[in-house]
């Protein structure tokens, strides 16, 4: 069992930068596959970035060349640095833990509570 905590969201202006954190419990958290998702009103969960245990990134076309996702498995911790943020990047950001290298929501087993970010214009 694996349970994960997100913090760092907030408001900022459009052009502004933030750094989401993903803290997870447990002592296996260097076997999982981290992933970051997000969700906006009225619109389906997206893929936004996933690294594999040995550090193999992989970002969504949106946030690419503008996130990177990261991670420190002996603070057992996933970050998602997010520079030039648009109005567009506005959801509820989500970590997630699974086995499988995967863009797909169905593929992690385990995600967090999300946190808001909003960008304004």
């Known amino acids: 069992q694996v349970q994960l905590v997100e913090s760092g969201g907030g408001l900022v202006q459009a052009g502004g930068s933030l750094s989401l954190s993903c803290a997870a419990s447990g002592r296996t958290f260097s076997r999982y596959v981290m992933g970051w998702f997000r969700q906006a009103p009225g619109k389906e969960r997206e893929f936004v970035a996933r690294i594999t245990p040995s550090g193999s990134t992989f970002h969504g076309d949106p946030v690419k060349g503008r996130f990177t996702i990261s991670r420190d498995n002996a603070k057992n911790t996933a970050y998602l640095q997010m520079n030039s943020l648009k109005p567009e990047d506005t959801a509820v950001y989500y970590c997630?833990?699974?086995?499988?290298?995967?863009?797909?929501?169905?593929?992690?087993?385990?995600w967090g509570q999300g946190t808001q970010v909003t960008v304004s214009s």
């Open positions: 997630a833990a699974g086995v499988i290298v995967s863009v797909r929501t169905s593929a992690y087993e385990y």
